[in-house]
């Protein structure tokens, strides 16, 4: 009977060297991101700590931002989040929608366990909470302020990151401090308070300089 041919047998070895190079990104990205932020630690500086060519992360992982995903263990497809964000019609309906995103992200039982795990290990350690939050500007927080057409952009990312305070001050009373009454609140009665905060963040009138 005749062997493997070249193709089969050598098959074992390509992927273990396919694992084996997605774990050295992984590592030099971990390391990277920690030691300069999301934001600080470039493609190029994570492929050369690894020891391989800076395309490889965009074949591996989709990108940068698929990259930290995986490092940093994040449940979630952005891309699929972000999908929403394009379907929607108006700035009218964005309060609403970051709303719900929101819960879904942190209260369903699919994703809200590992995120809130990721994020109080994120707490603990100040390098690795600034390369979370760097991470989380630049993938959802600067594309959805693209959103906010009748706003300057200055403006727009200035009314995305006061919603972003508001959500994660919320987010840290409820699920790590566990605050009450606001730990045991509902999603529902939960979405009914946050809502019109959202709101007013995003379509308080825009402040221009007083004149002399």
């Known amino acids: 009977m005749a062997g493997p041919t070249g193709d089969l047998a050598g098959a074992p070895r390509r992927r273990a060297k396919s694992e084996a190079t997605r774990d050295a990104l992984i590592a030099s990205a971990r390391e990277l991101f920690a030691a ?3 934001a600080g630690a470039s493609v190029r500086a994570i492929a050369r700590g690894a020891g391989v060519d800076p395309s490889l992360i965009n074949h591996y992982f ?5 990259l930290f995903g995986q490092a940093m263990q994040i449940p979630l497809d952005l891309q699929e989040v972000l ?3 394009d379907r929607v019609c108006s700035a009218d309906e964005l309060p609403e929608l970051i709303a719900r995103t929101y819960l879904e992200i ?4 699919e994703t809200g366990p590992q995120m809130t795990a990721l994020l109080r290990r994120a707490l ?9 939050v760097g991470f989380l500007f630049s993938a959802l927080v600067e594309p959805v302020s693209a ?3 009748d706003l300057s952009a200055e403006q727009a990312r200035l ?3 006061l919603v972003a305070s508001h959500l994660m001050g919320t987010l840290i009373a409820r699920k790590i401090l566990h605050l009450e009454p606001l730990a045991s609140l509902s999603g529902d009665a939960l979405l009914e308070l946050i809502g019109p905060t959202i709101r007013a963040d995003l379509t308080a009138p825009e402040n221009t300089p007083e004149e002399d």
């Open 62 to 66: 989709g990108g940068k931002e698929g």
């Open 106 to 109: 942190w209260e369903s039982p």
């Open 124 to 132: 603990d350690d100040p390098d690795q909470f600034s390369a979370l």
């Open 83 to 85: 999908a929403r964000f």
């Open 147 to 149: 959103r906010l057409g």
């Open 159 to 161: 009314r995305l990151t």
């Open 36 to 38: 300069r932020g999301y």
